[in-house]
């Protein structure tokens, strides 16, 4: 019986931070899409990776968990450039972009 109800919490727990995860990459994916509009770049795929997962502080100092994604934009429409975001809880830390050429 407590095995059980071990595995359903363990189960349930599995599925609530999955359930959050996903969350977090839709926030991530619309900051990116937003950030390359603004840019004047497309993204490319419509897609983001994950990458990176670690535990850090924020400016007041409480601890989040960080998770960095990976995604791929362009210029001119020619050539590929990479991107990262870092989101920190469900926060945008930063976006950071490839040095890219400026079409003229």
Known sequence: MWTD???????????????????????????????????????????????????KRDSRGKIHIARGYQFEFSSTGAERYNGQIQMLGRRVEFIRLEPYRIQE
């Open 5 to 55: 109800i071990l595995m359903i919490l363990l189960f349930t727990a599995g599925f609530l931070y999955w359930q959050s995860t996903q969350k977090i990459k839709e926030i991530a994916l619309a900051a990116t899409i937003r950030h390359c509009q603004k840019m004047e770049l497309q993204m490319l795929d419509g897609y983001i990776a994950f990458n990176k997962l670690s535990l």
